[in-house]
Structures are given as C-alpha cells and as structure tokens.
C-alpha cells in the first residue's frame, strides 16, 4: 500500500486505518474493527476477527515551539 488509509465517522472522528490491505480496517488502539466490501463500500464485522500483528500507530504532529518573542498569527489579539 502506496499512502496511509484513514477511516472517519461522519462528525469526522478518526475511528481506524487499513495498516494491512484495503479491506480490514483496525481501531485506533489496534483492535479489528470491521472489513470494508469493495462492491458496496460497507464495512462489516467478522463474527470470528482475524488475528494480526499490532500494527505501529502513524506518528502524531511534532509540536512546533514558538520562538522567543513571536507570536502565531492565529492566536493574535486584535
């Protein structure tokens, strides 16, 4: 797999990633949490879940410190 897959829910929480293939999704923690069909996009759960290795979680944001005396643009005060 070329690029990471990410699943969302429709508030736009991040609930899993396709670490493995384009079908078997995994929760953030690591658990399975369903398989997509690609015939009519739904994702379904296996009543018996497939075992995997832990996959590594993406790596988060680098926190990006402020140099002294500048201030984000975003947090200015107006």
């Known amino acids: 797999m070329g690029q990471d897959q ?3 829910n429709i ?5 899993g ?3 493995f293939d384009n079908h078997t999704v995994i929760t953030p923690s690591g658990a399975y949490l369903g398989t997509i069909t690609h015939s009519n996009d739904r994702l379904l759960r296996q009543r018996s879940a ?3 290795p832990r996959p590594l979680r993406p790596l988060r944001r680098l926190r990006i ?3 002294t005396g500048m ?3 975003d947090g200015m005060q107006q």
Request: cysteine-free; hydrophobic content about 45%.
């Open 71 to 73: 201030t984000d643009i």
């Open 50 to 52: 497939p075992r995997f």
């Open 6 to 8: 990410h699943l969302f």
């Open 17 to 19: 990633w396709l670490p």
């Open 65 to 67: 410190t402020t140099p």
């Open 11 to 15: 508030a736009g929480d991040w609930v």
